[in-house]
């Protein structure tokens, strides 16, 4: 299916890995021009030299200044941003009794500041030209908050309101906004994750796996691709009349509707 993005430019923040990376490859075998990010420049710039057309930006999103380094230099190569991929590490975990006050503002602050930033960024021109795409990457808690990750529930709400209230404003201009929230996928993070908790408990790996796979209703975690592919459909000239909703990529594993 040719989701007509060819020669669109697209940064995905994030992107040296995991989930990021995978959107990024995904839009690239679209024909997209891609902006690879992240803090390891020379992974970022390695990636990108594996893709048809793409830059790699060593950068910190969250650092003073990162979000127009982003797009400054996605400009400087590319000439405009039409599609923002919005991605970034979530708060640290803690239940409600742990946060304190600080928390509350470090957590909004990690998540919706920058995102926010590079939303002004680019936004403006993407409605001049009539067409743009922002899709923020995000996670199944802002559907059904998880209790260990308290901080996490605040920030990701917090975000996807200010996502839901600016798609309303932007759609007469050609420019959608939606999430596409992540259940358990197979990533080397979770690899590793799982191999560290083998290793303190002292069971096999594989059993811890096979536990925390049986609770998705598939009976297996997500691969990769499954999620980039939903990411690039939501991000191409297809989903045009999409915009201000949250679609879940998680197998099932949220109960709601």
């Known amino acids: 299916m040719d989701l007509k993005i060819a020669g669109r430019t697209a940064v995905v923040c994030a992107s040296t890995s995991g989930l990021g990376e995978g959107v990024a490859r995904a839009l690239a075998a679209e024909g997209a021009n891609v902006v690879v990010t992240g803090r390891r420049a020379e992974l970022a710039k390695s990636i990108a030299a594996q893709l048809p057309s793409a830059i790699g930006i060593g950068v910190d999103m969250m650092s003073e200044g990162g979000p127009e380094q ?34 509350i503002g470090t957590a909004v602050a990690s998540v919706v500041r920058p995102q926010q930033r590079l939303v002004s960024l680019v936004l403006d021109g993407m409605r001049e030209r009539g067409w743009g795409r922002i899709l923020a990457m995000s ?10 990750l308290a901080l996490s529930n605040i920030g990701r709400p917090a975000l996807a309101g200010y996502l839901k209230a600016l798609a309303t ?3 007469p201009d050609g420019v959608t906004v939606n999430l596409l929230l992540a259940g358990g996928f197979r990533t080397a993070r979770r690899d590793a994750v799982e191999a560290t908790k083998a290793a303190r408990t002292g069971r096999p790996a594989a059993d811890i796996q096979a536990e925390e796979a049986a609770e998705v209703p598939m009976r297996r975690f997500g691969v990769v691709h499954e999620f980039a592919d939903v ?23 949220v109960h709601s509707l």
Do not use: H, W
């Not at 923002?84 to 928390?103: F, I, M, R, S, Y």
């Not at 990411?231 to 594993?253: I, N, P, Q």
């Open 169 to 171: 404003q932007v759609a």
């Open 70 to 103: 982003i797009i400054q230099a996605a400009v400087d190569a590319f000439g405009s941003v039409d599609i923002l991929v919005l991605n970034g590490p979530g708060p640290k975990p803690a239940t409600a009794l742990d946060v304190t006050t600080e928390d």
């Open 231 to 253: 990411a690039a459909f939501l991000c191409s000239d297809l989903s045009s009349y999409m915009t201000g909703t949250a679609v879940r990529c998680d197998g099932g594993l």
């Open 139 to 148: 996670a199944t808690n802002i559907v059904e908050p998880l209790p260990a």
